[in-house]
C-alpha cells in the first residue's frame, strides 16, 4: 500500500515536490495490533505548522517519516480483543492507504454505527464540527441575538460555525473568496456575506464589514487573521468576544506579520480575545456528537465536501486547503 513522506521542509507556501510518496507490504498484526485500511484521510491547515521545526502545541514533522493525520476506515485483520473485522476506526494515521499497529499508537478509536457517511467524521461530526461548536459556545460564549463574524465561512470550520450561530439565534455575517463559495454561506443561513476577494484592501474589507453590521458585531470567529483581524477588531462592540481558532492567511508566510494596527481598541472596548486548540475542550465531545447528529437529522445542518481521489492525490489536496479550493471539508477518498 502507498504512503506519503514530507520530503523536505516547504518554504513558503507548500510544493508538490515537498512531499514523496512510497509503497510498504501490509504486515499481518501481531498481539494486541489491529491491520486497518483507510477510505478516507484528511487534509488540515493545522498541518502547515507541523510541517516547520519548531516547538509548537503538536511535535513538527519529521522528513521521510509517514506523515499522520484524521483518517477513517475498517479493520482488515484483528490481534486485538476489542476489536474485530469489520470494525470501522478513526484514527491519526492518514497520508497511508492501510496500516498495521496497535490502536493506541496511531490514536485509534471504534466508531458506533452513527448514521452519518463515513467522511462526515473527518468533517462536521468530527474534529473541524468541534471546533466550530466548542469555539463558537465555550470560548466565544455565544449568546441569542450576538452579531457574529466569521471568516473562511465556506470552508469546513466557517461553515459549521455560520450555521451554529444561525441554530443560536444569531445574526450572522461571513466572508469567504469568490461568488460560488459567498452563495454557498448564503445558503448556508447567514444574513449577509462578503467576498473578501472583491476587497483588496483594507480599507474595502472594512466597508464591507461596517455596510453589513452597521451596530458592529459581539463575536468574531477568526479562521484568517491578518486584514479581517483587524477589520473585527475595528467592528467590535464594546465586550466583544473573539474565539482566535486560526489565521490561515499567515501560515505561508516567511517574515513575521505585522499585527492589527489597531490593537489598542481592545483596551477601551474590553475586548476579550482568546485562542484556542480544539483538543483541550474535548469534554465536550459527547454533547457536540448528540447536538450535531440532531441538527444534521433535522436539516438545520448541511455540511458540504471536496473530495479528491485516491492517495496521490493527498498533496495536492493538502496544497489546494492555501489555493481555496475546497467548499466545506476538503477530504481525500482512497481506493
Ligand atoms: P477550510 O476548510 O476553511 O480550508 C481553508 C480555507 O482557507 C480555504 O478554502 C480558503 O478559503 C481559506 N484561505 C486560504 N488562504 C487564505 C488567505 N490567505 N486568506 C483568507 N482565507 C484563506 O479549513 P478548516 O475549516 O479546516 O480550518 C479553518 C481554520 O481553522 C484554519 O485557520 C485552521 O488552522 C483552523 N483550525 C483550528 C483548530 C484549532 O483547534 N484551533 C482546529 C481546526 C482548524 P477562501 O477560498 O474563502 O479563501
Known sequence: SKQWALAARPVGMPKLSDFAMSEAEATDPKDGEIQVRNSWMSVDPYMRGRMYDRESYVPPFQIGETLTGGAVGKVTASAHPDYAVGDLVTSMAGWREAWTAAPDAMMANKVPQTGLPDSALLGVAGMPGLTAYAGLLRVAALKEGDTVFVSGAAGAVGSTVVQIAKIKKCTVIGSAGGTEKCNLVKSLGADAVIDYKQHNSYESLLGALKAAAPKGIDVYFD??????????????????????????????????????????????????????????????????????????????????????????AAPEAFLGLFQGRNKGKMLVKLG
Not at 475595528?234 to 499585527?259: K, L, V
Not at 490593537?263 to 474590553?270: E, H, T, Y
Open 223 to 312: 479562521n484568517v487573521g491578518g486584514d479581517h483581524l483587524e477589520a473585527a477588531i475595528e467592528c467590535a462592540r464594546p465586550m466583544a468576544r473573539f474565539a482566535e481558532c486560526g489565521m490561515i492567511s499567515q501560515y505561508n508566510a516567511t517574515e513575521p506579520t505585522p499585527g492589527p494596527r489597531n490593537i489598542i481598541q481592545v483596551v477601551g472596548k474590553q475586548l476579550s480575545i482568546r485562542g484556542f486548540i480544539v483538543s483541550t475542550h474535548a469534554d465536550m465531545q459527547p454533547q457536540f456528537l448528540q447536538d450535531m447528529a440532531g441538527w444534521i437529522q433535522s436539516g438545520q445542518m448541511k455540511f458540504e465536501e471536496t473530495v479528491m481521489e485516491g492517495i496521490e
